[in-house]
């Protein structure tokens, strides 16, 4: 496969994933509102970084600046894509459709060295599986109906402490999956799913959460085959109810397997009253605030990459950014790719060009 | 039985029971047991109610949205993306979710 129709394969997957988001699902803040503050900043900042990183690394070298790949398709989709554009329709910086190409190609190349990782169906290689914590003990325990029930209830807390820390938007900062990986077990063919949250006791960017019980947790769950879609951020899409497919699972917590539901049930409990606080402190935030702390997070998500100057870079793309627009909070109307074609999309979000 | 509301199914399954309409997260921790949550959109803050919510109705979210994600790991029907559930459905009002087919339904 050539690097240049890597970039065409890229454009079709997110043109489908596109398809089925609405921006008003975005909590916060839906993207449009958030990433015209800083994204062509952003961008360029990174862009910038990396020309100089590249004289002195190799790409191995900047490749594990990042924690997984999914932080490389988080920052193409929300900001490489449109952002050369803006840069050059304000006259800020160009760079030319071959040069953009040719970085595209660089950052999926960084992806593959990081874990085979591309926008494809299998996210994931098994070999990278077995580099997880937990993953050779193979221990794995088949719940009970009530085990099952924490086990649930476990989950979907650590899913919204991370929605709570990251936004929506920016949920690969603290948490990513790795599926589908079809997996024997006992002699039976399952599907395994692997979801791993990093990054869940942020103080430096939220000091709320230094109550947090957990700061890595790595989950596998072997299901029964069922029928799913994935768009290209990694989200599943399934009207089946895999809870019920569910055989086994296994649960790490900072290097420790967890057995017990109860020891589960404590940390879900304390997790729970971290993201609720969270939330709360979230939406009492004016719009304003909101959009300064995603860029905030965006740059302390990428302070390996950025290095020891990460504040002071957000810290001037802040500053000018809100000098720019102005102290009222500009509402911005999402433009609805719903209801755009496939083409349209690939060319809104396509570097080849100057059209968004 | 008379349709009322239609949407996108989330998360399979079929409830009967009383709506709570939580319209503000910060009205989330009243949410009682065995209620239908409706609300507009859900977030981290409504975890707690959609762990102990009998079925889950939002106005607004297609299957990869919070509300469609978290109940389909709880197991809990969902339908989303009924557009004005929250003006329609009262709290005490007690409705059939038929989240097989994606309606919502009144005696």
């Known amino acids: 496969m050539s690097n240049k129709s890597q970039l065409d394969i890229f454009l079709n997957s997110l043109a489908k994933?596109?398809?089925?988001?609405?921006?008003?699902?975005?909590?916060?803040?839906?993207?449009?509102?958030?990433?015209?503050?800083?994204?062509?900043?952003?961008?360029?900042d990174f862009y910038l970084r990396y020309q100089h990183l590249k004289k002195k690394k190799t790409k191995k070298q900047i490749a594990e600046l990042f924690e997984n790949s999914d932080f490389?398709?988080?920052?193409?989709?929300?900001?490489?894509?449109?952002?050369?554009?803006?840069?050059?329709?304000?006259?800020?910086?160009?760079?030319?459709?071959?040069?953009?190409?040719?970085?595209?190609?660089?950052?999926?190349?960084?992806?593959?060295?990081?874990?085979?990782?591309?926008?494809?169906?299998?996210?994931?290689?098994?070999?990278?599986?077995?580099?997880?914590?937990?993953?050779?003990?193979?221990?794995?325990?088949?719940?009970?109906?009530?085990?099952?029930?924490?086990?649930?209830?476990?989950?979907?807390?650590?899913?919204?402490?991370?929605?709570?820390?990251?936004?929506?938007?920016?949920a690969v900062f603290g948490s990513t999956s790795h599926w589908p990986v079809f997996y024997k077990y006992k002699n039976i063919n399952y599907l395994l799913i692997v979801d791993e949250y990093y990054n869940q006791r942020p103080t430096e960017l939220w000091p709320k959460s230094k109550t947090s019980p957990v700061q890595r947790v790595t989950i596998y769950r072997l299901f029964r085959p069922f029928k799913f879609k994935q768009?290209?951020?990694?989200?599943?899409?399934?009207?089946?109810?895999?809870?019920?497919?569910?055989?086994?699972?296994?649960?790490?917590v900072d290097g420790k397997v967890v057995k017990s539901a109860e020891k589960m049930?404590?940390?879900k409990d304390q997790i729970m009253?971290?993201?609720?606080?969270?939330?709360?402190?979230?939406?009492?935030l004016k719009p304003l605030k909101q959009v300064e702390k995603a860029i905030e997070m965006s740059y302390y998500s990428h302070r390996k990459f950025f290095g020891s100057n990460w504040k002071k870079y957000f810290q001037t793309v802040s500053r000018r950014s809100l000098k720019m627009f102005g102290d009222k909070f500009i509402?911005?109307?999402?433009?609805?790719?719903?209801?755009?074609?496939?083409?349209?999309?690939?060319?809104?979000?396509?570097?080849?060009?100057?059209?968004? | 039985m008379k349709k009322i509301l239609s949407g996108v199914i989330a998360s399979k399954g079929k409830a009967e029971g009383e709506v709570f309409v939580v319209d503000?997260?910060?009205?989330?921790?009243?949410?009682?047991?065995?209620?239908?949550?409706?609300?507009?959109?859900?977030?981290?803050a409504f975890v707690p109610a959609m762990i102990k919510a009998k079925a889950i109705l939002t106005d607004i979210g297609g299957i990869t949205c919070h509300a469609a994600i978290v109940s389909r790991e709880l197991g809990v029907p969902c339908i989303v993306g009924l557009k004005d559930a929250t003006k329609k459905l009262k709290s005490g009002q007690v409705v059939i979710v038929d989240a097989e087919k994606g309606d919502v339904y009144v005696k």
């Open chain 1, 331 to 356: 509402k911005q109307e999402s433009k609805n790719m719903a209801g755009m074609s496939l083409t349209a999309k690939r060319k809104t979000m396509d570097p080849r060009n100057n059209e968004f």
């Open chain 1, 72 to 170: 490389l398709i988080d920052f193409l989709v929300n900001f490489a894509a449109v952002g050369f554009k803006v840069l050059e329709q304000f006259n800020i910086y160009k760079v030319s459709f071959t040069d953009r190409e040719a970085f595209f190609n660089e950052m999926f190349q960084l992806m593959k060295i990081k874990d085979g990782n591309l926008f494809s169906l299998s996210r994931t290689e098994p070999a990278a599986i077995s580099r997880l914590p937990g993953a050779k003990s193979k221990d794995f325990i088949k719940p009970t109906e009530d085990s099952k029930r924490v086990f649930n209830e476990f989950r979907v807390s650590l899913f919204g402490l991370n929605w709570s820390y990251y936004y929506d938007l920016f």
């Open chain 2, 24 to 44: 503000k997260s910060n009205k989330v921790n009243m949410f009682p047991k065995g209620k239908i949550l409706v609300t507009e959109m859900t977030n981290p």
């Open chain 1, 231 to 252: 768009n290209v951020f990694g989200r599943l899409s399934t009207k089946e109810n895999i809870n019920d497919k569910m055989e086994f699972y296994q649960v790490v």
């Open chain 1, 17 to 44: 994933s596109l398809g089925s988001l609405e921006s008003k699902e975005f909590w916060p803040l839906n993207p449009t509102q958030m990433l015209a503050y800083y994204d062509a900043d952003f961008l360029l």
């Open chain 1, 273 to 284: 009253k971290t993201s609720s606080a969270q939330t709360k402190y979230v939406e009492r």
């Open chain 1, 265 to 267: 049930q404590l940390f």
